[in-house]
């Protein structure tokens, strides 16, 4: 029997129009856009099927619009009889997990990623922080370039993504001097990236701690399936691990090869990527071929990718 994952984007793979060749052949899908609509008053459908994409790409509106479009998705496989074992996210995807897995209602989370966008984009003013993607470097060198750059300010590591690709984040002139050291140490490219805030940095810790507060707001249950949490690469089996998970979350790395590692390890030997885009399918491709591993890799993102889903699994 195969065994499968669902795993889920995070900010990035956003596009204006994501969805809606879904939204116009399944009932479901309408009916999770209008879900999303009526717990933000909010225009989901509009956001998502039209923009302007400057509005879309706001962290605030960005975070529920991929997670309302990859529940969408989500519905679909399921109403399909499409369903996995083990499930994850990349950052704001483990929210999607975490809906998969019934441990968070879908209109509970879709609130919450709102606030988080908004508490993340507040946490810093504009201009302090940044990220740059890195590709190319071992993950033992970058870190010790990171160490020696620390000097000029905060710069972390925020994403391990796959083998060859990690982004950095914090404070603007420490991650220029991380950059030129990373350079000096045979890194292939270093190039900041066009974000809005350090993410995934200690910088963002009054975001973690508001996100607290919002969290105990909510009710949260025993997940059904395990989640792999970003933090620690380790399984969410317990509803009182998640609070906790999610707020470290905001400050801290995302272990997505040591998630996607785990996973393998577990005997997945088809990972589906539920929502807008192809890059963890792409971050899983390569992690698996470092690992040793044998992975199918597919992705729900529009009518043909779905139909080529329900052909292979079915």
Same mark, same amino acid.
């Given at each position: ?9 995070? &900010? ?5 129009? #994501?969805?809606?060749?879904? *939204? ?33 790409? &706001?962290?605030?509106n ?10 969408? *998705? ?28 019934k ?16 508490f993340? &984009? ?8 940044t ?11 970058? @870190? ?20 060859? &690709? ?14 030129k050291?990373?350079?000096? $140490?045979?890194?292939?490219? $270093? ?5 809005? $805030? ?13 996100l =607290? ?14 989640? @792999? ?32 590692? /785990? #996973? ?5 030997s ?7 885009? =192809? ?18 890799? /597919? ?10 889903? /329900?052909?292979?699994?079915?």
């Amino acid at each position: 029997m195969t065994k499968l994952a669902f795993v889920f984007p995070g &900010q990035g793979s956003q596009y204006v129009g #994501m969805g809606k060749e879904l *939204f116009d052949n399944f009932n479901i899908v309408k009916d999770t856009f209008e879900e999303a609509s009526d717990s933000l008053g909010l225009d989901m459908k509009k956001l998502c099927f039209e923009g302007p994409e400057d509005i879309l790409v &706001q962290t605030e509106n960005t975070q529920p619009a991929i997670l309302t479009t990859s529940v969408a *998705f989500l519905r679909v496989l399921l109403s399909e009889g499409v369903d996995c074992s083990i499930t994850a996210g990349l950052s704001l995807g483990e929210y999607g997990a975490l809906v998969k897995s019934k441990a968070i209602k879908f209109t509970d989370a879709v609130k919450l990623v709102k606030k988080r966008g908004k508490f993340m &984009q507040e946490a810093v003013p504009l201009g302090i922080g940044t990220m740059a993607a890195i590709l190319g470097l071992e993950r033992e060198v970058l @870190v010790k370039c990171l160490e020696e750059s620390k000097e000029y300010g905060i710069v972390e590591a925020a994403n391990f993504n796959s083998p060859g &690709q990690i982004v950095i984040s914090g404070e603007v002139k420490a991650v220029e001097a991380a950059i030129k050291k990373i350079s000096e $140490a045979g890194a292939k490219k $270093a190039v900041l990236l066009p974000v809005s $805030a350090p993410f995934h940095s200690s910088l963002l810790k009054p975001a973690g701690d508001n996100l =607290k507060i919002e969290l105990n707001n909510i009710e949260i249950f025993d997940p059904s399936i395990p989640v @792999v949490s970003n933090v620690t690469a380790s399984k969410l089996l317990a509803k009182e691990e998640i609070a906790p998970a999610l707020v470290k979350q905001v400050s801290s790395s995302v272990l997505w090869h040591d998630s996607v590692k /785990l #996973m393998l390890e577990e005997e997945v030997s088809t990972f589906i990527e539920v929502g807008p885009g =192809k890059a963890l399918s792409a971050f899983i491709k390569k992690i698996a071929k470092t690992e040793g591993y044998k992975a199918n890799t /597919l992705n729900v993102d529009d009518l043909n990718s779905l139909k080529s889903v /329900l052909n292979t699994i079915k």
